[in-house]
Protein backbone atom coordinates (compact mmCIF):
# COMPACT_ATOMS: atom_id res chain seq x y z
CA UNK A 1 0.00 0.00 0.00
CA UNK A 2 1.35 3.41 -0.88
CA UNK A 3 1.55 5.92 1.82
CA UNK A 4 1.46 8.70 -0.62
CA UNK A 5 -2.00 7.81 -2.23
CA UNK A 6 -3.60 9.13 1.17
CA UNK A 7 -2.09 13.04 1.00
CA UNK A 8 -2.92 15.72 -0.32
CA UNK A 9 -0.81 18.77 -1.11
CA UNK A 10 -1.16 22.40 0.42
CA UNK A 11 -0.22 25.81 -0.81
CA UNK A 12 3.27 27.31 0.19
CA UNK A 13 2.78 30.67 1.86
CA UNK A 14 4.63 32.63 4.51
CA UNK A 15 2.92 34.64 6.66
CA UNK A 16 3.59 38.80 7.50
CA UNK A 17 2.26 40.47 10.57
CA UNK A 18 -0.82 41.85 8.95
CA UNK A 19 -1.61 38.67 7.90
CA UNK A 20 -1.63 36.87 10.83
CA UNK A 21 -3.97 39.54 12.36
CA UNK A 22 -6.40 39.22 9.77
CA UNK A 23 -6.51 35.45 10.07
CA UNK A 24 -7.41 35.61 13.84
CA UNK A 25 -10.14 38.22 12.95
CA UNK A 26 -11.55 35.83 10.72
CA UNK A 27 -11.39 33.40 13.83
CA UNK A 28 -12.75 35.94 16.26
CA UNK A 29 -15.65 36.55 13.66
CA UNK A 30 -16.38 33.16 12.69
CA UNK A 31 -16.99 32.34 16.64
CA UNK A 32 -19.30 35.41 16.79
CA UNK A 33 -20.98 33.63 14.40
CA UNK A 34 -21.11 29.98 15.78
CA UNK A 35 -21.58 31.41 19.54
CA UNK A 36 -24.02 34.57 19.04
CA UNK A 37 -21.63 36.36 21.10
CA UNK A 38 -20.72 40.22 20.76
CA UNK A 39 -17.12 40.36 20.24
CA UNK A 40 -15.07 43.51 20.00
CA UNK A 41 -12.36 43.29 17.49
CA UNK A 42 -10.62 46.75 18.59
CA UNK A 43 -7.43 45.46 20.95
CA UNK A 44 -8.21 42.34 19.80
CA UNK A 45 -5.49 39.35 21.86
CA UNK A 46 -4.23 36.41 20.17
CA UNK A 47 -6.12 33.13 21.87
CA UNK A 48 -3.68 31.65 24.20
CA UNK A 49 -2.49 27.90 24.91
CA UNK A 50 -5.76 26.07 26.05
CA UNK A 51 -8.09 28.50 23.69
CA UNK A 52 -6.40 26.49 20.33
CA UNK A 53 -8.95 23.26 21.01
CA UNK A 54 -12.07 25.36 22.11
CA UNK A 55 -11.20 27.53 18.53
CA UNK A 56 -10.96 23.96 16.19
CA UNK A 57 -14.01 22.92 17.81
CA UNK A 58 -16.09 25.84 17.20
CA UNK A 59 -14.41 26.65 13.74
CA UNK A 60 -15.54 23.00 12.92
CA UNK A 61 -19.19 22.98 14.21
CA UNK A 62 -19.67 26.72 11.83
CA UNK A 63 -18.71 26.61 8.22
CA UNK A 64 -18.58 30.01 7.38
CA UNK A 65 -19.30 31.37 3.47
CA UNK A 66 -17.41 34.59 2.22
CA UNK A 67 -21.37 36.19 1.98
CA UNK A 68 -21.84 35.30 5.69
CA UNK A 69 -19.15 37.46 6.87
CA UNK A 70 -19.38 40.19 4.02
CA UNK A 71 -22.55 40.23 6.36
CA UNK A 72 -21.21 40.16 9.64
CA UNK A 73 -18.46 43.03 8.65
CA UNK A 74 -20.97 45.21 7.01
CA UNK A 75 -19.33 44.71 3.44
CA UNK A 76 -15.67 45.15 4.70
CA UNK A 77 -13.01 44.09 1.54
CA UNK A 78 -12.77 40.49 2.20
CA UNK A 79 -8.87 40.24 1.45
CA UNK A 80 -7.90 38.44 4.56
CA UNK A 81 -11.13 35.88 4.16
CA UNK A 82 -9.53 34.86 0.99
CA UNK A 83 -6.22 34.10 2.63
CA UNK A 84 -8.29 32.43 5.54
CA UNK A 85 -9.89 29.97 3.31
CA UNK A 86 -6.61 28.62 2.36
CA UNK A 87 -5.95 27.76 5.83
CA UNK A 88 -9.27 26.46 6.11
CA UNK A 89 -8.95 23.56 8.53
CA UNK A 90 -12.46 21.77 8.08
CA UNK A 91 -10.78 18.71 6.19
CA UNK A 92 -12.73 15.47 6.81
CA UNK A 93 -10.40 13.18 9.42
CA UNK A 94 -12.28 10.10 9.99
CA UNK A 95 -12.61 11.04 13.89
CA UNK A 96 -12.49 14.76 13.53
CA UNK A 97 -8.41 15.24 14.35
CA UNK A 98 -7.06 19.38 13.00
CA UNK A 99 -4.04 20.67 12.77
CA UNK A 100 -4.74 22.83 15.54
CA UNK A 101 -1.95 21.69 17.82
CA UNK A 102 -1.01 22.78 21.31
CA UNK A 103 1.88 25.05 20.46
CA UNK A 104 4.02 27.84 22.05
CA UNK A 105 3.15 29.39 18.91
CA UNK A 106 0.50 31.19 17.85
CA UNK A 107 -2.61 29.28 16.51
CA UNK A 108 -3.16 30.93 13.45
CA UNK A 109 0.32 29.07 12.55
CA UNK A 110 0.64 25.77 10.66
CA UNK A 111 2.70 23.11 12.25
CA UNK A 112 4.74 20.41 11.59
CA UNK A 113 2.95 16.95 13.49
CA UNK A 114 6.26 15.57 13.15
CA UNK A 115 9.19 18.02 13.60
CA UNK A 116 6.74 20.41 15.66
CA UNK A 117 8.30 23.57 13.38
CA UNK A 118 6.38 26.28 11.51
CA UNK A 119 5.28 25.37 8.08
CA UNK A 120 6.44 28.02 5.41
CA UNK A 121 7.04 25.83 2.56
CA UNK A 122 5.21 23.10 0.65
CA UNK A 123 3.20 20.39 2.90
CA UNK A 124 1.03 17.65 2.98
CA UNK A 125 -1.89 16.02 4.94
CA UNK A 126 -2.94 12.09 5.10
CA UNK A 127 -6.10 13.13 4.65
CA UNK A 128 -7.37 10.45 6.68
CA UNK A 129 -5.76 10.37 10.07
CA UNK A 130 -5.38 14.37 9.83
CA UNK A 131 -1.26 14.57 10.15
CA UNK A 132 0.14 17.36 8.45
CA UNK A 133 3.71 17.80 7.90
CA UNK A 134 6.54 18.93 6.00
CA UNK A 135 7.29 17.36 2.28
CA UNK A 136 10.65 16.77 3.51
CA UNK A 137 9.66 14.14 5.95
CA UNK A 138 8.50 11.58 2.95
CA UNK A 139 12.33 11.22 1.70
CA UNK A 140 14.09 12.22 4.89
CA UNK A 141 14.14 9.07 6.23
CA UNK A 142 11.26 9.74 8.89
CA UNK A 143 9.85 6.39 9.83
CA UNK A 144 6.30 5.84 8.92
CA UNK A 145 4.17 2.91 9.51
CA UNK A 146 3.94 0.36 6.47
CA UNK A 147 0.02 -0.13 7.43
CA UNK A 148 -1.62 2.77 8.54
CA UNK A 149 0.95 5.37 6.71
CA UNK A 150 1.31 7.20 10.04
CA UNK A 151 5.00 9.19 10.23
CA UNK A 152 6.48 8.84 13.65
CA UNK A 153 6.16 11.54 15.89
CA UNK A 154 8.11 12.77 19.33
CA UNK A 155 9.13 9.67 21.51
CA UNK A 156 6.96 7.22 19.98
CA UNK A 157 8.91 4.02 19.43
CA UNK A 158 8.62 2.23 15.93
CA UNK A 159 9.41 -1.45 15.62
CA UNK A 160 11.44 -2.80 12.71
CA UNK A 161 11.24 -5.55 10.85
CA UNK A 162 13.73 -7.85 9.41
CA UNK A 163 13.02 -6.03 6.12
CA UNK A 164 13.05 -2.98 6.82
CA UNK A 165 9.28 -2.13 6.99
CA UNK A 166 8.24 -0.07 10.52
CA UNK A 167 5.51 -0.57 12.49
CA UNK A 168 3.32 1.90 15.15
CA UNK A 169 2.70 0.70 18.32
CA UNK A 170 -1.04 0.94 17.63
CA UNK A 171 -0.11 -1.51 14.38
CA UNK A 172 2.20 -3.81 16.21
CA UNK A 173 -0.45 -4.65 18.79
CA UNK A 174 -2.00 -6.81 16.61
CA UNK A 175 0.73 -7.70 14.18
CA UNK A 176 1.15 -11.40 12.48
CA UNK A 177 4.85 -12.33 13.21
CA UNK A 178 4.15 -15.83 13.35
CA UNK A 179 2.49 -18.62 11.57
CA UNK A 180 0.71 -19.55 15.07
CA UNK A 181 -0.83 -15.91 15.08
CA UNK A 182 -1.98 -16.99 11.79
CA UNK A 183 -4.22 -20.09 12.38
CA UNK A 184 -6.71 -17.80 14.27
CA UNK A 185 -7.34 -15.39 11.24
CA UNK A 186 -7.68 -17.98 8.68
CA UNK A 187 -10.28 -19.82 10.55
CA UNK A 188 -12.22 -16.01 11.12
CA UNK A 189 -11.55 -16.22 6.92
CA UNK A 190 -13.09 -19.61 6.22
CA UNK A 191 -16.20 -18.53 8.72
CA UNK A 192 -16.62 -16.07 6.69
CA UNK A 193 -16.52 -17.59 3.12
CA UNK A 194 -18.53 -19.96 4.31
CA UNK A 195 -21.44 -17.30 5.18
CA UNK A 196 -20.88 -16.34 1.69
CA UNK A 197 -21.58 -19.93 0.70
CA UNK A 198 -18.44 -19.86 -0.46
CA UNK A 199 -16.68 -22.44 1.85
CA UNK A 200 -12.95 -23.66 0.39
CA UNK A 201 -12.97 -26.80 0.39
CA UNK A 202 -9.18 -27.34 -0.38
CA UNK A 203 -6.20 -27.83 1.89
CA UNK A 204 -3.70 -24.47 1.18
CA UNK A 205 -0.86 -23.94 2.40
CA UNK A 206 -0.53 -20.49 3.90
CA UNK A 207 3.04 -19.13 4.63
CA UNK A 208 4.18 -15.85 5.84
CA UNK A 209 7.28 -14.44 3.53
CA UNK A 210 9.37 -10.98 4.43
CA UNK A 211 9.32 -8.41 1.71
CA UNK A 212 12.94 -10.24 0.21
CA UNK A 213 11.00 -13.23 -0.65
CA UNK A 214 7.14 -11.70 -1.93
CA UNK A 215 9.54 -9.75 -4.58
CA UNK A 216 11.37 -12.56 -5.43
CA UNK A 217 8.61 -14.65 -6.25
CA UNK A 218 6.03 -12.52 -7.51
CA UNK A 219 8.68 -9.42 -8.93
CA UNK A 220 7.42 -6.80 -7.03
CA UNK A 221 6.50 -5.82 -3.10
CA UNK A 222 2.78 -7.18 -3.06
CA UNK A 223 1.02 -8.18 0.00
CA UNK A 224 -0.05 -11.43 -0.93
CA UNK A 225 0.18 -13.93 -3.54
CA UNK A 226 -1.58 -17.12 -4.59
CA UNK A 227 0.41 -19.45 -6.53
CA UNK A 228 -1.40 -21.96 -9.49
CA UNK A 229 -0.53 -25.15 -10.20
CA UNK A 230 1.23 -23.62 -13.46
CA UNK A 231 3.84 -21.84 -11.55
CA UNK A 232 7.46 -23.29 -11.79
CA UNK A 233 7.75 -22.31 -8.12
CA UNK A 234 8.38 -25.02 -6.17
CA UNK A 235 10.19 -24.20 -2.76
CA UNK A 236 9.34 -21.01 -0.78
CA UNK A 237 11.21 -19.84 2.30
CA UNK A 238 9.23 -18.43 4.82
CA UNK A 239 8.64 -17.36 8.11
CA UNK A 240 8.68 -19.68 10.75
CA UNK A 241 9.22 -17.67 13.88
CA UNK A 242 9.87 -13.98 14.63
CA UNK A 243 11.88 -12.66 17.86
CA UNK A 244 11.76 -9.11 18.88
CA UNK A 245 15.00 -7.30 20.29
CA UNK A 246 14.07 -3.98 21.65
CA UNK A 247 12.78 -2.17 18.60
CA UNK A 248 14.16 -4.73 15.94
CA UNK A 249 12.04 -8.19 14.95
CA UNK A 250 14.17 -10.80 13.36
CA UNK A 251 13.16 -13.69 11.59
CA UNK A 252 13.96 -17.53 11.17
CA UNK A 253 13.24 -18.78 7.98
CA UNK A 254 12.32 -22.45 6.64
CA UNK A 255 12.11 -23.97 3.75
CA UNK A 256 8.27 -25.26 2.03
CA UNK A 257 8.35 -27.05 -1.47
CA UNK A 258 5.32 -26.99 -2.88
CA UNK A 259 3.31 -30.37 -3.88
CA UNK A 260 3.24 -30.29 -7.63
CA UNK A 261 0.06 -30.65 -9.31
CA UNK A 262 -2.53 -28.79 -7.29
CA UNK A 263 -5.10 -26.63 -8.69
CA UNK A 264 -3.75 -24.46 -5.85
CA UNK A 265 -0.22 -25.18 -4.33
CA UNK A 266 0.33 -22.24 -2.03
CA UNK A 267 -1.03 -18.54 -0.64
CA UNK A 268 1.78 -16.16 0.45
CA UNK A 269 0.89 -13.53 2.68
CA UNK A 270 3.93 -10.39 3.63
CA UNK A 271 3.94 -10.68 7.49
CA UNK A 272 4.07 -7.75 9.82
CA UNK A 273 0.83 -6.46 8.91
CA UNK A 274 -1.78 -6.02 11.53
CA UNK A 275 -4.77 -9.10 11.82
CA UNK A 276 -7.27 -6.60 10.20
CA UNK A 277 -5.44 -5.54 7.01
CA UNK A 278 -3.73 -9.06 6.85
CA UNK A 279 -7.14 -10.62 6.92
CA UNK A 280 -7.97 -8.18 4.32
CA UNK A 281 -5.18 -9.53 2.09
CA UNK A 282 -5.91 -13.53 3.17
CA UNK A 283 -9.66 -12.92 1.75
CA UNK A 284 -8.39 -11.42 -1.45
CA UNK A 285 -6.00 -14.42 -2.16
CA UNK A 286 -8.56 -16.69 -1.21
CA UNK A 287 -11.06 -15.43 -3.59
CA UNK A 288 -8.53 -15.74 -6.28
CA UNK A 289 -8.04 -19.88 -4.64
CA UNK A 290 -12.08 -20.29 -4.86
CA UNK A 291 -12.56 -19.01 -7.90
CA UNK A 292 -9.26 -21.13 -9.25
CA UNK A 293 -10.61 -24.11 -7.86
CA UNK A 294 -13.85 -24.06 -9.47
CA UNK A 295 -12.68 -23.31 -12.92
CA UNK A 296 -12.56 -19.67 -13.84
CA UNK A 297 -10.07 -19.42 -16.43
CA UNK A 298 -8.85 -16.62 -19.06
CA UNK A 299 -10.07 -13.49 -16.67
CA UNK A 300 -9.21 -10.59 -17.72
CA UNK A 301 -7.09 -8.25 -14.86
CA UNK A 302 -8.84 -5.99 -13.70
CA UNK A 303 -12.16 -8.49 -13.51
CA UNK A 304 -10.21 -11.08 -11.26
CA UNK A 305 -8.54 -8.50 -8.93
CA UNK A 306 -11.90 -6.37 -9.31
CA UNK A 307 -14.30 -9.22 -7.71
CA UNK A 308 -11.05 -10.04 -5.56
CA UNK A 309 -10.98 -6.10 -3.90
CA UNK A 310 -14.50 -6.79 -3.50
CA UNK A 311 -14.44 -10.07 -1.25
CA UNK A 312 -11.72 -8.04 0.81
CA UNK A 313 -14.12 -4.96 1.14
CA UNK A 314 -16.76 -7.05 2.27
CA UNK A 315 -14.45 -8.68 4.97
CA UNK A 316 -13.64 -5.61 6.16
CA UNK A 317 -16.97 -4.35 6.61
CA UNK A 318 -17.77 -7.64 8.38
CA UNK A 319 -15.48 -6.96 10.93
CA UNK A 320 -17.39 -5.45 14.26
CA UNK A 321 -14.96 -5.19 16.96
CA UNK A 322 -17.37 -6.21 18.84
CA UNK A 323 -16.75 -10.08 19.38
CA UNK A 324 -14.26 -12.05 22.21
CA UNK A 325 -11.23 -11.26 20.42
CA UNK A 326 -11.41 -7.96 21.59
CA UNK A 327 -13.08 -8.14 25.03
CA UNK A 328 -10.05 -8.62 26.84
CA UNK A 329 -8.52 -5.05 24.89
CA UNK A 330 -8.85 -1.44 25.55
CA UNK A 331 -11.04 0.94 24.63
CA UNK A 332 -8.87 3.10 22.89
CA UNK A 333 -7.19 -0.30 20.58
CA UNK A 334 -11.03 -0.93 19.81
CA UNK A 335 -11.36 2.33 18.69
CA UNK A 336 -8.18 2.57 16.79
CA UNK A 337 -8.75 -0.95 14.87
CA UNK A 338 -12.27 0.52 13.90
CA UNK A 339 -10.35 4.00 12.21
CA UNK A 340 -7.61 1.19 10.64
CA UNK A 341 -10.71 -0.98 9.14
CA UNK A 342 -12.09 2.77 7.62
CA UNK A 343 -8.86 3.57 6.36
CA UNK A 344 -8.31 0.43 5.04
CA UNK A 345 -12.04 0.39 3.25
CA UNK A 346 -10.82 4.24 1.64
CA UNK A 347 -7.90 2.77 0.56
CA UNK A 348 -9.64 0.11 -1.47
CA UNK A 349 -12.24 2.67 -2.90
CA UNK A 350 -9.92 5.14 -3.81
CA UNK A 351 -7.11 3.28 -5.32
CA UNK A 352 -5.92 4.33 -8.22
CA UNK A 353 -4.85 1.21 -9.66
CA UNK A 354 -6.31 0.49 -13.42
CA UNK A 355 -7.00 -3.36 -12.09
CA UNK A 356 -7.58 -3.17 -8.18
CA UNK A 357 -9.12 0.39 -8.15
CA UNK A 358 -11.40 0.72 -11.43
CA UNK A 359 -11.38 -2.98 -11.44
CA UNK A 360 -12.96 -3.08 -7.93
CA UNK A 361 -15.49 0.20 -8.43
CA UNK A 362 -16.65 -1.88 -11.86
CA UNK A 363 -17.60 -5.08 -9.80
CA UNK A 364 -18.91 -3.21 -6.71
CA UNK A 365 -21.55 -1.98 -9.12
CA UNK A 366 -22.50 -4.92 -10.32
CA UNK A 367 -22.74 -6.82 -6.88
CA UNK A 368 -25.01 -4.28 -5.49
CA UNK A 369 -27.19 -4.34 -8.83
CA UNK A 370 -27.20 -7.92 -8.91
CA UNK A 371 -25.96 -9.40 -6.41
CA UNK A 372 -22.68 -11.77 -5.84
CA UNK A 373 -23.75 -15.07 -6.52
CA UNK A 374 -25.39 -13.53 -10.05
CA UNK A 375 -22.51 -11.92 -10.56
CA UNK A 376 -20.14 -14.59 -9.85
CA UNK A 377 -22.20 -16.74 -12.63
CA UNK A 378 -21.97 -14.19 -14.96
CA UNK A 379 -18.27 -14.06 -14.97
CA UNK A 380 -18.14 -17.61 -14.93
CA UNK A 381 -20.27 -17.61 -18.08
CA UNK A 382 -19.13 -14.68 -19.80
CA UNK A 383 -15.39 -13.89 -18.62
CA UNK A 384 -17.27 -10.33 -18.08
CA UNK A 385 -18.87 -8.64 -15.55
CA UNK A 386 -22.58 -8.12 -16.07
CA UNK A 387 -23.84 -4.66 -17.36
Given amino acids: MSANRFLDEGPSYELSEDENDDVVRAVELSLQESKGKEIYTSDMELPQIDEVEELAQALEESTLSSTDLSTSTGGRELKWWKLFKELNPFVHTSKGNSWWRKSSKRCNILVCDVCEEQICSVWLRCTYWGQVFCKKHTS ?23 DGRKLCPDCRNTAVLDPEDCKPLLDEVHRFFKGLNMKVRYYI ?7 KEMIGNDGKSS ?8 SKLDAVTYVSRSIQKGENIG ?34 EMMHAWMQIQGYRGLALNIAEGICE ?31 KEFLRDGIEKSYSEAYG ?27 LPE
Avoid at 205 to 211: A, K, N
Avoid at 263 to 272: C, I, N, S
Wanted: aromatic residues 10%; glycine residues 8%; contains cysteine.
Fill in 140 to 162: DGTPQCCTCSRFKIGDMKYITLN
Fill in 205 to 211: PILLVDQ
Fill in 223 to 230: LGLTVYEK
Fill in 251 to 284: VVKEVEHLVPGRKVKAMLLLYGFPKLALGATLAH
Fill in 310 to 340: VIAHKWLEWQSFTGDDFMNGTRETAQFLRNL
Fill in 358 to 384: HGFREAKWAVERYGLRYTLDHIANTRK
